[in-house]
Structures are given as structure tokens and as C-alpha cells.
């Protein structure tokens, strides 16, 4: 079993900052990419930022130069700081990791998983 568990969303006024982190556990062979995606009401799931393991990154065009995503990969932990938040960032944020999955005996098929969201809420 793999488990993405998310913390760090909350109530920010506009102007502040949140730091996001989701931490992988389970049955791992390896972890390919991370990312992070946002759902507003309304509106479909979109993705906010991505890196590699190897530690590229892209984001949407959105939050670039206001959002930053990094990754441990001792500790399987990704992480989204974000400031200059803005209302139009409210949403719920969802960690996505690309993984290997281990059964103990082999490599488990390539799969996506996610986490189970956390509200971000930026007040004007």
C-alpha cells in the first residue's frame, strides 16, 4: 500500500505565504515525478507544479516566481512554498507522485497516485 499524506494548508490573507508538504510512504521501489495540482470550485484540476527526481521543475504559468517546489528524496517529501498568494490561488491542493511500487517480490506496474487534498484559502 502507498499513502500520500498532505499538511500545511489553512486561512492566508492575500500578500502571505504557505508552505505545502505531502510525504510518500508504503511499499516504494521509487518515486519518478511529484506534483502538485488545484482544484477551485467550479473548475477542473490543474497542474500548479512538477519536478523530477532528478530535480527539474515546471510550473504553471500561474505562480511562476511566486511558488517554489522541492523534493526530499530521503524522506520521500515533497514540498510547495508559496507566497504572494493571491485569492485566485483558493483551492484544494492535491500532492501527486509517479511511483514504482514494491509487492516484496518485485517491481509493481508504474502508477500515479494522489493525496487526499488540502484547502488552501487566501482572503482579499
Known amino acids: 500500500q502507498v499513502q500520500l499524506v498532505e499538511s500545511g494548508g489553512g486561512l492566508v490573507q492575500a500578500g502571505g505565504s504557505l508552505r505545502l508538504s505531502c510525504a510518500v510512504s508504503?511499499?516504494?521501489?521509487?518515486?519518478?515525478?511529484m506534483g502538485w495540482y488545484r482544484q477551485a470550485p467550479g473548475k477542473q484540476r490543474e497542474l500548479v507544479a512538477a519536478i523530477t527526481s532528478g530535480g527539474s521543475t515546471n510550473y504553471a504559468d500561474s505562480v511562476k516566481g511566486r511558488f517554489t517546489i522541492s523534493r526530499d528524496n530521503a524522506k520521500n517529501t515533497v514540498y510547495l512554498q508559496m507566497n504572494s498568494l493571491k485569492p485566485e490561488d483558493t483551492a484544494v491542493y492535491y500532492c501527486?507522485?509517479?511511483?514504482?511500487?514494491?509487492?516484496?517480490?518485485?517491481?509493481?506496474?508504474?502508477?500515479?497516485?494522489w493525496g487526499q487534498g488540502t484547502q488552501v484559502t487566501v482572503s482579499s
Open positions: 508504503g511499499s516504494i521501489f521509487s518515486i519518478n515525478a
Open positions: 501527486n507522485a509517479d511511483l514504482l511500487g514494491w509487492n516484496g517480490l518485485a517491481v509493481s506496474p508504474r502508477k500515479d497516485y
